[in-house]
């Protein structure tokens, strides 16, 4: 088995490698970013990628659906901190080769992801599996808590700026960006940049004259 660890944390690499190790028969190799995992995926079109969502420079799940289509025979295993069900539900929507595994997971539960993926089947971790099933509940505007930080960058996207245009403006990485970017996002309910414009628009964080200029 071909793994391709797209994960830019040293400790949760670190895991990873190691439960790979165990297992035996399994090539690991460390994507550093989207071009590095894309030249991996061309080269072993069955990888399996364990991919970090909320910190790998990956911009959304239309883009992730993109890269499915390019390499429909690889595995995709989204292990991150957080996921928010309306994500992870549009992205098992794409194909059963996206699985679900959130960090918090018992180390029995990321082997048996790993062994799924082996056998190209889809794996989703107990939490989550729990998440999805539980009755949604609705957030009303006033229970979204962005920070300071945040309300920036969301202004910035409502006014047509990209992630790497954000990040030089603030003298930041397009990974920070793009992971606030993302948080913002998830804590909105919101999937494109159209519908975090119309939350902007309504929250008074851009004057409509400003958005139409």
């Known amino acids: 088995m071909y793994v391709a660890l797209a994960d830019n944390q040293d400790i949760t690499r670190a895991g990873m490698m190691y439960i ?14 989207k071009a590095e995992l894309i030249e991996q995926l061309r080269s072993h079109p069955e990888t399996v990628v364990v991919l970090d969502y909320t910190l790998f420079d990956i911009n959304d799940v239309d883009e992730l659906a993109i890269l499915h289509q390019r390499f429909p025979d690889a595995q995709w295993i989204l292990f991150s901190v957080d996921l928010s069900g309306d994500f992870v539900r549009r992205v098992i929507a794409i194909s059963p080769r996206f699985s ?6 018992p180390i029995q539960e990321i082997r048996e992801c790993l062994m799924f993926g082996q056998r190209h089947q889809r794996y989703i971790c107990q939490r989550m ?12 505007e006033e229970d979204v808590k962005l920070t300071p930080t945040e309300m920036e960058i969301l202004k910035d996207i409502a ?4 992630t790497r245009e954000i990040a030089e403006r603030r003298f930041s990485s397009f990974h920070t960006v793009n992971t606030h970017r993302k948080n913002i996002f998830r804590k909105l309910g919101v999937n494109n940049v159209h519908e975090a414009t119309k939350y902007a628009l309504r929250a008074g964080l851009v004057d409509s004259a400003e958005y139409y200029i």
């Open 100 to 105: 679900i595994l959130l960090k918090e997971s």
């Open 129 to 140: 599996a729990e998440l999805l099933l539980a009755p949604q509940v609705v957030s009303s």
């Open 159 to 162: 006014l047509g700026q990209t």
């Open 20 to 33: 790979c190790q165990e297992m035996g028969e399994v090539e690991m190799h460390r994507a550093e970013d």
